[in-house]
């Protein structure tokens, strides 16, 4: 199976997908009329009313690639969703140190039944500021334990897809829509004992391909089951309690 992941523990990070060039432009990858969709990708405790602040582990950096962004109109029973290419590139994203947009718009009128993103391995030169670690992976995550150990947890080149299968499908509505891709962190260290690891020459705890293989598979199925595409129906950038999950998460 590929792998790819995100990590956050402690606090709330957003990414928006907001208006950049192409939202000025009447047309869509679909046709005409066309109307502004944002996403935020997001993690928060399982109650999205209460923050996990302060809980262990604690993370103080995570680093994501993202390669492209895709969406498919609802088809017949039988029939393979056509994925359109919203957005595309190899961009190193900085979740701990708040939004960073992109844009895209989708044609009104449609129902769309697929939303799909996909992680990639970053590529040189990395921007300042990017960890050297970064190159060549799509995940870098760094934190403390209770006691101070620290720990790191990293994807290499696996091109990691998220599908979200949107059931009945949404339309957008013209006056522009907007989603949150939201993961719950409390469920992504249950049954995971980080201090179980074997620490680096350095005393670090890495979980990757090579190091602390079994635990490293325990958190990627916690994570795989944690993410929820929510509408967010009054643009406030969180998932508040009336904003139900409305999808189903196929890993590919």
């Avoid at 679909?30 to 582990?57: C, H, M, Q, R, W």
């Avoid at 300042?128 to 620290?150: A, F, Q, S």
């Amino acid at each position: 199976m590929t792998r790819q992941s995100l990590l956050k523990v402690g606090t709330i990070v957003g990414l928006l997908f907001g208006a950049l060039g192409l939202l000025g432009c009447e047309g869509s990858e679909f046709g005409n009329p066309s109307a502004t969709v944002g996403i935020t990708l997001k993690y928060s405790s399982g109650d999205p009313a209460t923050p996990a602040v302060g809980k262990e582990p604690v993370v103080s950096g995570v680093w994501l690639t993202l390669g492209s962004v895709r969406m498919a109109r609802c088809t017949a029973p039988g029939v393979a969703p056509d994925l359109k290419e919203l957005w595309s590139g190899n961009e190193v994203l900085d979740l701990a140190s708040g939004s960073q947009a992109l844009g895209f718009q989708l044609e009104r009128g449609v129902d769309y039944c697929v939303l799909q993103l996909r992680a990639d391995a970053a590529q040189a030169p990395l921007t300042p500021g990017i960890p050297p670690e970064m190159l060549d992976h799509e995940l870098l995550v760094r934190g403390t334990l209770p006691e101070g150990t620290r720990f790191e947890v990293s994807w290499a080149n696996v091109e990691r897809r998220l599908r979200f299968e949107l059931g009945g499908g949404f339309q957008v509505d013209p006056s522009g829509t907007k989603l949150i891709i939201n993961f719950e962190t409390a469920s992504w260290f249950n049954g995971l004992d980080l201090a179980a690891g074997v620490p680096s020459a350095d005393g670090t705890i890495r979980l990757d391909e090579i190091n602390n293989f079994a635990l490293f598979q325990t958190f990627q199925k916690n994570f795989d089951q944690s993410a929820r595409l929510h509408s967010d129906a009054n643009g406030n950038t969180l998932v508040d309690p009336t904003e139900l999950p409305f999808s189903t998460l196929t890993l590919e």
